[in-house]
């Protein structure tokens, strides 16, 4: 290409965006008021056109361009983000529809190759008896070497209906496997379980707010009650939200008609609404404990709140995540969308649980939380105390534990998966998946599986003494203590051999759980874990005590759970011992 077309393709780009910015002019006017923002389009404009011209490499416009609106837009909120054309289906995908082509079978990379991670029960990867652990060596005879996750998630999905070839090798075959499945409509349902636990209790895990989670909560319920349960627990851990009008359904089918659930106001008054409650419940009556934690967000607060202060539900588990902002998209040029912060929602006490402040930030940008002497008190509607800025704070704060370094160390090098897989290969059936419990012999032959595994780990002893070294010598003083610290150093890792024994008990738990995925899926998971739910538990244990329950709901009493004393409504002071976000 000549320069003088070289040039003409830059003045054209110019042009263009010179006529974006005209447009703009055209449409908002001069007045006072937006004469900064005329200023610093032309500023922006003028930029873009002296770099585009000028620049000595050739530039990606769309990749600039979005750089820049990214930038722009990092400054508001974590929310608020531009999705480019060629980001729109993963966006409908993670934010609308819980629907897409595929196999049903997730994922990872490990050493340069990819493997199966999880399979769903009904879809083709389970009907075709892939497993986790398997490896994906080829798909539809293209060679998976050297691709990352995308790429292959990208290679599996396609159309309901097309066929895929997938070349696998597994631990315990000779040979190479060889499948050919038909891709079908791939639906995640937002109810990953429902059923019934100890105390006759009702249980539903929802996991999403996103399309039809309400119908699926519905029949989840309707399903329940058939057999006549002593309450229901509704499980919101780790969900993170979705659509509001999908939780202000939730809500309704435990709470009467025309009861205002939550309001989202903002600075556009047009955009201001209050959400109520339009139908019969379907069940208004029966005990109701909602289990949060630290990763329940958004919808998920909004239907916890909403329940929390209409005095309908017993909030169980640890304060929630704090999002109390509500974003709305609106559609650009060229088949792209901005998603934006348009308002804050409010429960129906009156209190905003947002916990963030993302307007009055640090000089350094940094984010800060809404500060205590900004939190205010709120009454809900039998007069209980409830606090805003601070997430949802549970009825009952049950400690949420943590694993052992060694735990983790396992799970995180994969040893606890690799070993679930190579019991999978050795035990063809497992019966009674809610009394399943690996023996001590079982326990044994894991360890014995772990004798030539490397799983390094630091324990906190090991990082308090690395910290010791590293001021003493910092300070010329290590020569000093040398001795005592070499002396503590060797006892230290003689005492971490018995780490496999001393934390014996949670291993024992992650164990069960992977080895029955591989048996049963999510629903195994579920299933094996519920005897180690310390939640789940006292949401049992609470609505079996009835005069417990009612003195919650009257913000009355003391109850100690875990062997921790805690009120029934939190104050300010327990709130700050009791934080457990991770913002």
């Known amino acids: 290409m000549n320069k003088g077309k070289v040039l003409f393709k830059k003045y054209k780009k110019q042009a263009f965006f010179a006529g974006i910015l005209m447009l703009a002019l055209c449409t908002w006017g001069f007045s006072d008021d937006l004469f900064q923002i005329s200023k610093n389009l032309d500023v922006f404009a003028s930029v873009y056109k002296e770099v585009n011209i000028n620049y000595v490499d050739d530039i990606n416009p769309a990749k600039m361009v979005k750089t820049g609106v990214d930038a722009m837009l990092d400054g508001l909120d974590p929310y608020t983000e531009f999705v480019p054309e060629s980001e729109i289906e993963e966006y409908k995908l993670h934010y609308v529809s819980t629907q897409y082509g595929g196999i049903g079978a997730g994922i990872f990379a490990r050493n340069g190759k990819v493997y199966v991670s999880d399979v769903f029960s009904g879809f083709p990867a389970q009907k075709a008896d892939i497993r986790p652990g398997d490896e994906l060596v080829k798909i539809n005879d293209i060679s998976l070497a050297g691709k990352d996750n995308d790429q292959v998630g990208l290679l599996l999905k396609g159309s309901k209906g097309a066929a895929i070839k997938l070349l696998l090798k597994r631990d315990g075959a000779s040979q190479p496997i060889e499948k050919t499945l038909v891709r079908d409509e791939i639906k995640q349902p937002n109810v990953s379980y429902s059923g019934m636990v100890d105390g006759n209790m009702g249980y539903i895990k929802l996991d999403r707010f996103l399309e039809n989670s309400a119908e699926e909560v519905t029949n989840a319920l309707i399903a329940i009650k058939k057999n006549n349960p002593n309450g229901i627990i509704l499980d919101l851990r780790s969900n993170g939200g979705g659509i509001l009008q999908e939780a202000v359904k939730i809500v309704n089918l435990f709470v009467a008609k025309d009861v205002e659930v939550v309001s989202q106001r903002g600075k556009i008054k047009e955009k201001n609404f209050t959400y109520n409650t339009i139908g019969e419940p379907l069940e208004p009556n029966l005990p109701l404990v909602v289990l949060v934690n630290s990763h329940s967000a958004s919808a998920s607060e909004i239907v916890a709140g909403a329940l929390q202060d209409l005095d309908r539900a017993i909030i169980i588990g640890q304060r929630s995540y704090g999002k109390g902002l509500v974003q709305q998209t609106f559609n650009l040029p060229y088949n792209s969308l901005v998603k934006i912060t348009i308002a804050k929602y409010y429960v129906p006490s009156g209190r905003c649980i947002q916990a963030i402040d993302y307007t009055h930030r640090k000089d350094d940008g940094s984010v800060v939380k809404v500060a205590d002497s900004l939190i205010h008190e709120f009454k809900t509607k039998d007069g209980r105390s409830v606090y805003d800025g601070s997430g949802i704070y549970p009825d009952i704060f049950v400690k949420q534990d943590r694993f052992a370094n060694v735990t983790e160390a396992l799970v995180n090098k994969l040893l606890i998966f690799d070993y679930a897989t190579r019991y999978r290969e050795s035990h063809p059936t497992l019966d009674n998946v809610r009394g399943f419990s690996l023996s001590d012999v079982g326990y044994a032959d894991f360890v014995k599986f772990l004798a030539?595994?490397?799983?390094?780990?630091?324990?906190?002893?090991?990082?308090?003494?690395?910290?010791?070294?590293?001021?003493?010598?910092?300070?010329?003083?290590?020569?000093?203590?040398?001795?005592?610290?070499?002396?503590?150093?060797?006892?230290?890792?003689?005492?971490?051999?018995?780490?496999?024994?001393?934390?014996?008990?949670?291993?024992?738990?992650?164990?069960?759980?992977?080895?029955?995925?591989?048996?049963?899926?999510?629903?195994?998971?579920?299933?094996?874990?519920?005897?180690?739910?310390?939640?789940?538990?006292?949401?049992?244990?609470?609505?079996?005590?009835?005069e417990m329950a009612a003195n919650i709901l009257k913000g009355e009493g003391t109850f100690k759970v875990i062997g921790k004393p805690v009120f029934a409504m939190a104050s300010k002071k327990d709130d700050k011992d009791t934080d457990q976000n991770n913002q």
């Open 452 to 546: 030539d595994k490397n799983y390094t780990y630091n324990t906190a002893s090991e990082k308090l003494l690395a910290d010791l070294k590293s001021a003493a010598t910092k300070e010329k003083q290590f020569g000093e203590i040398q001795t005592e610290y070499d002396a503590l150093k060797a006892k230290m890792i003689a005492s971490k051999k018995n780490d496999l024994q001393l934390h014996k008990e949670e291993i024992k738990e992650v164990l069960e759980n992977e080895i029955a995925s591989r048996y049963y899926f999510e629903k195994g998971r579920y299933e094996t874990n519920f005897k180690y739910d310390k939640e789940l538990a006292q949401a049992v244990k609470v609505m079996q005590d009835k």
